[in-house]
T-cell receptor, first 115, second 112 residues
Framework: NAGVTQTPKFQVLKTGQSMTLQCAQDMNHEYMSWYRQDPGMGLRLIHYSVGAGITDQGEVPNGYNVSRSTTEDFPLRLLSAAPSQTSVYFC??????????????FGPGTRLTVL | GDSVTQMEGPVTLSEEAFLTINCTYTATGYPSLFWYVQYPGEGLQLLLKATKADDKGSNKGFEATYRKETTSFHLEKGSVQVSDSAVYFCALMSDSNYQLIWGAGTKLIIKP
């Protein structure tokens, strides 16, 4: 049981490049989400999904796309990287997105630098 | 909208000292409250939670009580260890949209 896995761990991009951050979970969780973590700002929700085929925007969705074709995978796509997207990105999952006491399980994060 | 405010860090303590990290919140309805911990180089993991007023969450010697009258969820530990050095995040989950709202995090440094 690997939990939530993310790849890559580190990435450096040039402005304008695109890339996909991978996230997978093996706990059969319905709910998955992407956050970015910036110094002094806590975590901000980018996109989330309550099940395969269903995605929605969070607090800071601009410049990012997601899809959820399977329960296990929830990739995050940067369409045209900008320096403002330099951040640490965390993927998280929980059993369901409709109960207030659910624990979220986090991946180890991807540290992205955009030059 | 809903929000979480926690004390700024870093907080630096000596080993075996008493720890308090303050967390207050603003929310409508009946949110659940959480403390997550992030050890260096790792993702976040749940430390404790409370789902209704007057509930006390506890884990690994840490405690926090859901105080609706003061809208607070302060994290406490009686005797900290060097291994407790980490960043601690307070968060609430709204019962209207089930999204987690995060505090900015408090870095805790414990010196031997």
């Amino acid at each position: 049981n690997a939990g939530v896995t993310q790849t890559p761990k580190f990435q450096v991009l040039k402005t304008g490049q695109s890339m996909t951050l991978q996230c997978a979970q093996d706990m059969n969780h319905e709910y998955m989400s992407w956050y970015r973590q910036d110094p002094g700002m806590g975590l901000r929700l980018i996109h989330y999904s309550v099940g395969a085929g269903i995605t929605d925007q969070g607090e800071v969705p601009n410049g990012y796309n997601v899809s959820r074709s399977t329960t296990e995978d929830f990739p995050l796509r940067l369409l045209s990287a900008a320096p403002s997207q330099t951040s640490v990105y965390f993927c998280a999952s929980s059993q369901t997105g409709t109960e207030v006491y659910n624990e979220q399980f986090f991946g180890p994060g991807t540290r992205l630098t955009v030059l | 909208g809903d929000s979480v405010t926690q004390m700024e860090g870093p907080v630096t303590l000596s080993e075996e000292a008493f720890l308090t990290i303050n967390c207050t919140y603003t929310a409508t309805g009946y949110p659940s409250l959480f403390w997550y911990v992030q050890y260096p180089g790792e993702g976040l993991q749940l430390l404790l939670k409370a789902t209704k007023a007057d509930d006390k969450g506890s884990n690994k010697g840490f405690e926090a009580t859901y105080r609706k009258e003061t809208t607070s969820f302060h994290l406490e530990k009686g005797s900290v260890q060097v291994s407790d050095s980490a960043v601690y995040f307070c968060a609430l989950m709204s019962d209207s949209n089930y999204q987690l709202i995060w505090g900015a995090g408090t870095k805790l440094i414990i010196k031997p």
